[in-house]
């Protein structure tokens, strides 16, 4: 089997413009939404996918509270 690669096209033609301005009304904002998630479902993950994330800052302790006490 034969694996093309997908190509996005760096510009736009007017027919593509053409193509999408008479479609724009076509689906649910809703049925976009699924079919992208759908579609993106499909790709090949070559990079892994991380996020930045910042390290936890530890709060003080301190060992010399005293324990509160009732009577």
Partial sequence: MTHNP???P???TTA???FF???LNT???EFVAGAGVLLASYDDE???VT???APAASAPI???APAHVTT
Avoid: I, N, Q
């Fill in 6 to 8: 997908e190509t996005v």
């Fill in 10 to 12: 760096t510009s736009w």
């Fill in 16 to 18: 593509d413009e053409d």
């Fill in 21 to 23: 301005r008479t479609t």
């Fill in 27 to 29: 689906f649910s904002s």
């Fill in 46 to 48: 070559t990079l892994p």
């Fill in 51 to 53: 996020t930045a994330v």
């Fill in 62 to 64: 301190s060992v010399d």
